[in-house]
């Protein structure tokens, strides 16, 4: 058993808390380090993500598919860097049964390569051009660093990949912005606050031109990377061959982009609209959107009409579409009740004792304020739509402010220090531009350079703090997941 923990103060407990105690995930359990399980409630929070990012994708033209879990070495392999970067990460199929394999099988870490190798059969000319494909599937990795429920997984069960292919490298640069306004449609929905940062050369995705990477602080203060997108030029399409036919008849390869979310983006929603007692979920991906607890009180025709009230009230939300759950437990008393279904995040509590029931209203308490009203029956449904809405908007506003509350931007390397390291968030400090002044900052600030801000800008009559050069923009630290 995990002890309720306090969500600001000690958030990493809290995450495991909350992750037992509302159901969701069941981490650390079953035999395999890094891979978790996905429990009911859990699952339903999941799916509903799911059902965003494939409405998103879906709206914008791209196609899902479903590649093999399995890659060759040789294809894997085919690539420089990108082997490099996933060399010490691979889990190797080398048997089947009892027989070696003649060529090594991997768990596939990414679908770069072996999603290449199958557009070159199926791509020829530019008129087939822009093709995006993505699947969301499990991938798996030999993470090394720590490893963590839904945040570092060895197993990643919602691997969001998408794949792009253009005939210019003018049009892949169109698909990163285009990829950064569906990742922030996706973020907005789930009213999650981000950060966009051109991570540096060497932090970027092995194989990739260079990364744009989404960053969000976490309430202990450090930031966690929830999406990412590169261009990856034509670093793929050259080493497996892959030619088109262009509109002036040359023949060239095609350009590439692919972007990436995963589980992170649960542990996100769950944490990120947290507070002390549970988790709150925005209704649009609430399982159950409304709880009603009965409250018994006074004669036996009291409750009766309590009874009667509360199965109106269920049909009359169902009737309308919301997902509502009574919770007539007998021999739960109300109290425990509540403490329940807000530990769930559950958006709207309604109150139904004999008062309410007589008087044609309800009581209504909203998970993310706590406030209470009362409200006519025959209203309910409009006040609930309004109320919706609400919670989702202050959700959004809340964690926007606290994210930019997070945010230092300071030319003093002793504040940055003390700002990193009390573990108020990130810092943003200016930079001249050289690699060695932002190594040498990461060490003085024992934090990770997220990069530099996207888009660009300026740091007008700054100087960096090392080299004391002209500053050519900012660059951000941070302790990181
Ligand atoms: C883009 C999609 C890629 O793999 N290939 C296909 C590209 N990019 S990435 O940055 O390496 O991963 C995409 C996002 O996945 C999350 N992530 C993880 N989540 C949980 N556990 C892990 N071990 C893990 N590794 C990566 C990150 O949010 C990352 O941005
Ligand atoms: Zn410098």
Redesign the pocket.
Known sequence: MVSRERWSSNFPRWFDWILEEAEIYDYGRYPVKGMGIWRPYGFQIRRRIIDIIREVLDGRGHEEVLFPLLIPETLLQVEKEHIKGFEDEVYWVTHGGLEPLDVKLALRP???TSITFMESYWIKSYRQLPKKYYQIVSIF?Y?TKATRP?????E?TT?K???TVHDTFEDSERQVLEAIEAYKEIYDRLAIPYLVSKRPEWDK?PGALY?I?FDIVMPDGRAL????V?NLGQNFTKVFDFKIQLSDESHDYPWQT???????IVATVISIHGDDRGTILPPNIAPIQVVIVPIPAGSEEDRRLVDKTVKEVEKLLAGHSIRVKVDDREEVRPGAKFYYWEARGVPVRIEIGPREAKNGTVTIVRRDTLEKMETPVSTLVDELDRLFNSIYETLKERAWNYMKSKIKRTTSLDEAKSWVSERRGIVELPWCGMDDCAAQMEDMLEAKTLGTPWPREDAPGMKCPICGRDAVTWIRYSKTY
Not at 150 to 154: A, G, K, N, S, V
Not at 225 to 228: E, L, R, S, V, W
Not at 258 to 264: F, L, Q
């Open positions: 990414t679908s770069e990795r993470e839904m945040i570092r997984l060895r990643v691997f990949e998408a794949h995705f990364t990477a990377q929830i999406g990412t590169h692919s972007y990436g979310i995963s589980d992170r």
